[in-house]
């Protein structure tokens, strides 16, 4: 079965340093995968997708980048982090099937100080 | 820009209640998927919808797709606090540049109290 793993859980990080979560995946070849950022308990909003390695798209212009060095690996780093990047952060892969549902990692809670 | 507009935002209930949360969009989505995310973890998919007018029901739970493909709803019956999470919509779009890419609303908060 696939299964989805993404860390750290919880981060506390002061302003200006640099940041790294990393999620893979185990169970499955040549994902869609996605990050995205949750405020408050709210929607989600997409931040990069990812069709293969070292592809990259990114939805909305920030401080954030995202990379993908192997099949199964989405890293999300930033060089220096602002107030503003403090959330939750989903790392999700792609189902192929038609109906194209999401599955979601634990989570990172972010905290920017 | 596809929205898509989940209503209400928060909602408090008694046990035994019935509940009804709406996701409406102007646009016409592939299919549609609903969340239950509990707080600290990841988004866990409860049902999709692909055709335009299905049902599909999840032992209390309800869901409907409508018929333009444009809204869907999820109702609960006798709500239990075992219900009590954020309930959220999510809209595929149709197209091969779509990539899977989901436009999630901005999620329902259900508090079911004993």
């Known amino acids: 079965s696939q299964t989805i793993h993404q860390w750290p859980a919880t981060l506390v990080q002061p302003v200006g340093s640099p940041l790294s979560l990393e999620c893979t995946v185990e169970?499955?070849?040549?994902?869609?995968l996605y990050w995205y950022r949750q405020a408050a308990g709210r929607g989600l909003q997409l931040l990069f997708y990812?069709?293969?390695?070292?592809?990259i798209s990114s939805e909305v212009p920030q401080n954030l980048s995202a990379s993908r060095p192997q099949d199964r690996q989405f890293i999300l780093s930033s060089k220096k982090l602002l107030l503003s990047d403090s959330g939750f952060y989903l790392c999700?892969?792609?189902?192929?099937?038609?109906?194209?549902?999401?599955?979601f990692g634990e989570g990172s809670r972010l905290t920017v100080l | 820009t596809q929205l898509l507009e989940q209503s209400p935002q928060f909602l408090s209930i008694q046990e035994g209640e019935n509940l009804t949360v709406y996701c409406n969009s102007s646009?016409?989505?592939?299919?549609l998927q609903w969340y239950r995310q509990e707080p600290g973890e990841g988004p866990v998919l409860l049902v999709t919808?692909?055709?335009?007018?299905e049902v599909k029901k999840l032992k209390r739970l309800t869901f409907q797709f409508g018929d333009a493909r444009k809204d869907s709803s999820l109702h609960i019956t006798a709500a239990q606090p075992g219900d009590t999470g954020l309930y959220l919509c999510?809209?595929?779009?149709?197209?091969?540049?779509?990539?899977?890419?989901?436009?999630f609303g901005q999620g329902t908060i259900l508090t079911v109290h004993p």
């Open positions: 999700a892969w792609r189902d192929i099937a038609f109906t194209g549902e999401l599955f």
């Open positions: 169970g499955t070849s040549n994902p869609n």
């Open positions: 990812s069709v293969g390695i070292g592809q």
């Open positions: 646009s016409v989505f592939s299919s």
């Open positions: 919808v692909v055709t335009g007018g």
């Open positions: 999510a809209g595929a779009r149709a197209g091969g540049t779509s990539y899977g890419k989901l436009t």
